[in-house]
């Protein structure tokens, strides 16, 4: 080895660059966990997306529309939660946010949130069950946003289950 010119540690550091063929994508990296970590990531892009359509819903309508596109996207890191970070949003940050935790489940806890508006609407019907719990948390907050508003919907309901029951309801259309 030493003839050739290269020393054991550069063999070593050219064994370890052919094992990381892909360094931009990692998943269930084992002590930093790393789900879809990719500088590249588009998922569902279209230039004409819409999502639930309706007279005055539109989610995600954008000529660019990506998901998970982040250089450090990290989903469910130790104390530092941060999904879908971009430039702008961020969901779930939190340094205390503790998910399924035990006997005691709260997911985003507000007192001032509605989503979901329905006057049939029961999602996860719970004694001990709290989704979104925060102060001050707001979700597509927006003068026309309605998301699954209908009289009918039943989500999780008990014994009867029906998932975006809807006469006008459609998925996916574009």
């Known amino acids: 080895m030493e003839e050739s010119g290269m020393t054991w540690k550069d063999s070593e550091k050219e064994l370890r660059e052919e094992k990381n063929v892909c360094p931009s994508f990692d998943v269930f990296k084992s002590s930093n966990l790393q789900i ?36 450090n996207l990290q989903i469910f890191k130790s104390s530092n939660l941060q999904i879908f970070k971009s430039s702008n949003l961020q969901i779930l940050k939190s340094s205390n946010l503790q998910i399924f935790k035990t006997s ?31 102060s001050n948390l707001q979700i597509f907050k927006s003068s026309n946003l309605q998301i699954f508003k209908s009289s009918n919907l039943q989500i999780f309901k008990s014994s009867n289950l029906q998932i975006f029951k809807s006469s006008n309801l459609q998925i996916f259309k574009s």
């Open 36 to 71: 879809f970590k990719s500088s590249n990531l588009q998922i569902f892009k279209s230039s004409n997306l819409q999502i639930f359509k309706s007279p005055n819903l539109q989610i995600s309508k954008s000529s660019n529309l990506q998901i998970f596109k982040s250089s």
């Open 104 to 134: 005691n489940l709260q997911i985003f806890k507000s007192s001032n949130l509605q989503v979901f508006k329905s006057s049939n609407l029961q999602i996860f019907k719970s004694s001990n069950l709290q989704i979104f719990k925060s």
